[in-house]
């Protein structure tokens, strides 16, 4: 096998495994309209990443990142949210006083988008500077948050109590703002742990000189 299939082994079998995912999650959802608006991203991404594979290949840490939000997605998609199993193992191993499955979501909503920011920010050299790159990128991550809890907002005004299960707030008066700040914990981890593997995968996609440095 050459290196150009090698490369393009991986993302094709994760996503066969995610179209698969979806298939079974959507045969017998605990609310249909709660799993089709959950799963919507992941229906949106995985044809777009199809299409932009050859003009604009991620790296493999963004691909990775992607595969699991997804992942992520579609559980709480099949179940809803405040009903994923694992939620409620974390609840019962952590002594919660609900299932915390919404904020894994919502730290994934920060950690991935943060790297996919990074790496556009990056390839197109739109922002000199480590530090301001770091501050762009947490910027753009928590006008995303923001703007996806303004659809969580106009869902629950159209849908009413059909909303519930999208929200998924389980009671909790301060979700809105709990969630955001789960978005800004997974994009400060992302930077922390993750920006000199990225750099180094960047380097090897666009072997280039770079806005960062």
């Known amino acids: 096998m050459n290196r150009d299939a090698s490369r393009d082994a991986g993302p094709m079998i994760a996503a066969v495994v995610l179209v698969g995912l979806l298939v079974v999650s959507g045969l017998h959802p605990y609310d ?10 992941v229906l949106i991404a995985l044809p777009l990443m199809a299409v932009t594979r050859r003009s604009y290949p991620l790296t493999t840490l963004l691909y990775v990142g992607i595969f699991f939000h997804a992942i992520v997605l579609i559980g709480g998609g099949a179940y809803s949210y405040a009903r994923v199993p694992l939620g409620f193992d974390l ?18 909503q920060g950690f991935v988008p943060a790297l996919l920011a990074r790496e556009i920010l990056i390839r197109g050299r739109y922002v000199t500077g480590r530090k301001m790159l ?13 703007f996806y809890e303004l659809i969580e907002w106009i869902s629950a005004l159209m849908l009413g109590q059909g909303a519930d299960e999208f929200l ?6 301060w979700d809105t703002q709990s969630d955001m700040f789960m978005a800004l914990v997974g994009a400060t981890t992302a930077l922390l742990s993750l920006s000199r593997l990225h750099d180094r995968q960047l380097a090897q996609v666009v072997p280039s000189p770079r806005a960062t440095r």
Do not use: M
């Open 134 to 146: 770091a501050f762009v990128v947490v910027c753009i991550v928590l006008a995303f948050s923001a």
């Open 168 to 173: 998924g707030t389980q009671g909790d008066p």
């Open 91 to 108: 609840q019962n191993l952590f002594h919660l006083s609900r299932n915390p499955y919404d904020k894994i979501g919502h730290f994934f």
């Open 32 to 41: 249909r309209l709660t799993w089709l608006l959950e799963v919507f991203p």
